[in-house]
């Protein structure tokens, strides 16, 4: 039975079939089949898109429509065949978006067969209070703690901003704001986890911002970037993303863009963590 919902799609064009997000799909829905990432079974694609931040050529997205049902204990057949890991990687994956009822198929299936839980110890860790396992991009997370408790500084603070629109879609690289400026390509959660912003990040430069998962053409967000490092003449990019696997999708097209265009700009990756400090810093 088909119906609309979530799943993958694979861009033929931007597959270079390195083969990545095959190891970051441990349902096994994915294959590289000549030269190309492949979606082999709808029933085996939970639609989570746990592959997106995998792919650097920002290759697959999520799109809705008619496909058949996922199957949970289908998926489990061929992923009790590869071993302790990849089961681990799929209950957590499960885990961390909320997918209560898939994980419980998937646990059930692991006691009718007689499987070990890898992650048994790990649930019984959350439940006491211990540190949640696994990638956080769809994990609800209480990050309050000791910082609610922190006085805010004194007076405003002021904005940084220097322009609008900020939506790289409705971002026109053509815009006098953008000629020779140092820019600043933002994932669009990292604002709202970076306190300082502002100051740290958009003081003095231009700001686009975009989410890879979540956006739909990201093909044009390519073609935006080129054309502001080629048309805009801008002197540096910034990517700022946060620690979690699909927004590894910014950075591919950013260095995408930069490797298409003629002109070459220093291009700089910023990773911040879920707590709001700095995780890396570095130039690509």
């Known amino acids: 039975m088909k119906r609309k919902r979530d799943i993958i799609t694979i861009d033929g064009d931007k597959c270079d079939g390195c083969g990545l997000c095959v190891t970051g799909c441990p349902e096994g829905a994915l294959q590289v089949i000549d030269g190309k990432a492949r979606l082999v079974s709808d029933i085996l694609c ?5 592959c997106i931040g995998e792919c650097p050529r920002g290759a697959i997205r999520i799109e809705k429509r008619e496909a058949a049902e996922y199957d949970e204990r289908k998926a489990m057949e061929g ?7 990849t089961i681990k ?8 978006h909320g997918q209560k009822a898939y994980l419980k198929q998937a646990l059930d299936y692991l006691k009718e067969k007689g499987v070990k839980n890898p992650l048994e110890d790990e649930m019984k860790g959350h439940k006491k209070g211990a540190e949640p396992c696994g990638c956080p991009g769809g994990r609800a997370m209480d990050l309050r703690g000791g910082r609610a408790e922190e006085a805010a500084p004194a007076g405003p603070a002021p904005s940084r901003l220097r322009q609008w629109p900020v939506q790289l879609h409705l971002a026109s690289p053509g815009a006098p704001y953008f000629h020779k400026a140092d820019v600043v ?3 669009d959660c ?3 986890a970076y306190g300082n912003f502002h100051e740290d990040f958009i003081k003095g430069k231009s700001l686009v911002i975009a989410c890879p998962k979540l956006d739909d053409g990201l093909d044009v967000y390519a073609e935006k970037i080129q054309s502001l490092i080629d048309d ?3 002197n540096t990019l910034t990517v700022v993303t946060m620690e979690v696997p699909c927004c590894g999708g910014l950075l591919a097209l ?3 863009a930069a490797g298409a265009a003629s002109r070459k700009v220093p ?5 911040i963590g879920l707590q709001g400090g700095i995780k890396s810093e570095s130039w690509v």
């Open 185 to 187: 390509v933002a994932a």
């Open 46 to 50: 939970d639609g989570l898109g746990a």
């Open 190 to 192: 990292t604002a709202f």
């Open 232 to 234: 805009a003449e801008i």
């Open 89 to 96: 990687a799929h209950l957590k994956h499960l885990k961390d």
């Open 254 to 256: 950013a260095k995408k």
């Open 267 to 271: 291009v700089k990756h910023v990773v």
């Open 79 to 85: 992923i009790v065949k590869h071993g302790a890991n």
